[in-house]
Nanobody, 126 residues
Framework: QVLLVESGGSTVQPGGSLTLSCKVS????????VGWYRQAPGKQREGVAR???????TYKPSVEGRFTISRDNAENIVYLHMNHVQPEDTAVYYC????????????????????WGQGTQVTVSS
């Protein structure tokens, strides 16, 4: 079943703005952190932004000051607000949830599991 649903990816000009959304299933319990990753062609997946349930927020240095991760707890949605985008930001962006939860039996493991969205394409080009 689909646990994370992403939207918002599109083509945008350099210097423009874009907001990605991730709807997180309320089935997922004991969430440690939510975040955004990206993968460009020919490169490995890299972390972009992470927000822990304890209140800590971290960013990849190259996006800090331009991107902002936020959460709407009432609607269970995670956002990535992207400002002043550059061609180097072009990638498939993935929503991630780290949780002490097993999807198959609703149990709580001792080691967290990672859950991923399907990915949404962001292309920065003039």
């Amino acid at each position: 079943q689909v646990l994370l649903v992403e939207s918002g990816g599109s083509t945008v000009q350099p210097g423009g703005s874009l907001t990605l959304s991730c709807k997180v299933s309320e089935r997922i319990k004991y969430i440690n952190a939510v975040g955004w990753y990206r993968q460009a062609p020919g490169k490995q997946r890299e972390g972009v932004a992470r927000s822990s349930s304890g209140g800590s927020i971290t960013y990849k240095p190259s996006v800090e000051g331009r991107f902002t991760i936020s959460r709407d707890n009432a609607e269970n949605i995670v956002y990535l607000h992207m400002n002043h985008v550059q061609p180097e930001d072009t990638a498939v962006y993935y929503c991630n949830v780290e949780a002490l939860w097993n999807a198959d039996d609703d149990s709580a493991p001792s080691v967290p599991n990672d859950f991923w969205g399907q990915g949404t394409q962001v292309t920065v080009s003039s």
